[in-house]
């Protein structure tokens, strides 16, 4: 298991910007992250799996 940071998660993504990104989780279309600390980290297979279900 593999766990993205946010500039990891803007990498993988297109580098879309902190708002975009917020906005998506907010609409259900990114997953939650996970906090670790002070910072947020998003396994990266439920990324992936969300942008595939997106694709479709």
Known sequence: MR????????SKIGGRSRS???????????PQPIKFG????WNEADID???TKTQK
């Open 20 to 30: 975009s990104v917020y906005r998506d989780i907010a609409l259900g279309r990114l």
């Open 38 to 41: 002070a910072r947020l980290y």
């Open 49 to 51: 799996a969300a942008l």
């Open 3 to 10: 766990f993205l940071s946010f500039s990891d998660l803007q």
